[in-house]
């Protein structure tokens, strides 16, 4: 059955580094999806992406933030300069349908980020 | 404000009870989309259910029960016969056609079946 993958795994950096997050979504999705969750938190909504371009965004993505589709398989998340409140699991997902469907999003693995 | 709320943060019960997950979600929209993902101590999410606002008829699946009731905006899970692989934390989410689906979380409610 096809799944969402992320890499890396765990990913530990300094604070002030650049970071990618990446992320394979399922290959006939068309609609892109970073979450955040904080350790012992809920999950929250960072940005969204459809036809090579942001939906929506959070409050919480803000300019060191951004998303990218290089190729036709992967989807990426890069910070900037990682703060030590950027330390969290990253979640990518995708969906199938475009348009306000509602089709179910497929969570990948996560990435977990930790910030020294 | 909440958007979805899930009252209970932590439960535990014994081994083969019955337990219910409270789920109250707030929404202006008519059509909306309620989900709830399993998030075992790995740290995945993993897909249950998905039930769209015209749908208010109960799903069961296997020993997993969700009652949607409208009335109340409430989405409740219930799992029949506890086993401690069901040891999880459980979310409730919301997406909304208006705001691009992205997802509203509850803030989970930790379920600890003890054997």
């Known amino acids: 059955e096809p799944e969402v993958t992320q890499t890396p795994s765990h990913q530990v950096t300094q604070m002030g580094q650049e970071v990618i997050l990446r992320c394979v979504p399922i290959?006939?999705?068309?609609?892109f999806y970073w979450y955040r969750q904080i350790l012992g938190q809920k999950v929250e909504f960072l940005v969204s992406f459809y036809n090579n371009e942001i939906s929506e965004k959070s409050e919480i993505f803000d300019d060191q933030f951004s998303v990218e589709r290089p190729d036709g398989s992967n989807f990426t998340l890069k910070i900037r300069s990682t703060k030590l409140e950027d330390s969290a699991m990253y979640f990518c997902?995708?969906?199938?349908?475009?348009?306000?469907?509602?089709?179910?999003?497929?969570f990948g693995p996560g990435t977990r980020l930790t910030v020294l | 404000a909440q958007k979805v709320t899930q009252a209970q943060t932590e439960i535990s019960v014994v081994e083969k009870e019955d337990v219910t997950l409270d789920c109250v979600y707030e929404t202006r929209d008519t059509t909306y989309y309620l989900f709830w993902y399993k998030q075992p101590p790995s740290g995945e999410l993993v897909f249950l259910i998905r039930?769209?606002?015209?749908?208010?008829q109960n799903e069961i699946s296997g020993r997993y029960s969700w009652n949607f009731q409208k009335s109340t905006s409430s989405f409740n899970f219930t799992i029949t016969a506890s086993q401690v692989v069901d040891s999880a934390v459980y979310f409730c989410?919301?997406?909304?056609?208006?705001?691009?689906?992205?997802?509203?979380f509850g803030t989970g409610t930790s379920l600890t079946v003890i054997p």
């Open positions: 997902a995708s969906r199938r349908l475009a348009g306000g469907s509602g089709d179910t999003q497929y």
């Open positions: 039930r769209n606002s015209f749908d208010e």
């Open positions: 989410a919301l997406s909304e056609p208006n705001t691009g689906n992205q997802f509203y």
């Open positions: 290959s006939n999705h068309l609609y």
